[in-house]
């Protein structure tokens, strides 16, 4: 069993700034990637930034430049470092987690924080 706990959201105003952070806890061990994924009112859950083991990443366009993820791959733990926040930005985060156990794939996922951006 593998658990994310998620903190971090609420409520800002546009151009205000947030941190989310995620721990991951229980039978993890191989992490390859660490990642926020995000989905607002009656759309899809959408990549928002991902993170390697290398330390490689990754964003969507639509946060470029205003979003920095980092991550202690060896504490499971990620942040989504979030700037410039605009309303379009509101929805509810996921942690996410893709990690090894003996050849297998594992995907783990958060309940989700919300972040509202509204003056």
């Known amino acids: 069993q593998v658990q994310l706990a998620e903190s971090g959201g609420g409520l800002v105003q546009p151009g205000g700034s947030l941190t989310l952070s995620c721990k991951a806890s229980?039978?993890?061990?191989?992490?390859?990637?660490m990642a926020w994924y995000r989905q607002g009112p009656g759309e899809q859950r959408e990549l928002v930034a991902r993170?390697?083991?290398?330390?490689?990443?990754n964003y969507a366009d639509s946060v470029k430049g205003r979003f920095s993820i980092s991550a202690d791959i060896a504490q499971a733990t990620v942040y989504l470092q979030m700037k410039n926040l605009k309303p379009e930005d509101t929805a509810v985060y996921y942690c996410?987690?893709?990690?090894?156990?003996?050849?297998?794939?594992?995907?783990?996922w958060g309940q989700g924080t919300q972040v509202t951006v509204s003056s």
């Open positions: 996410h987690v893709h990690h090894l156990l003996d050849s297998n794939e594992y995907h783990d």
């Open positions: 993170v390697t083991r290398g330390g490689s990443r």
């Open positions: 229980g039978s993890i061990f191989a992490i390859q990637t």
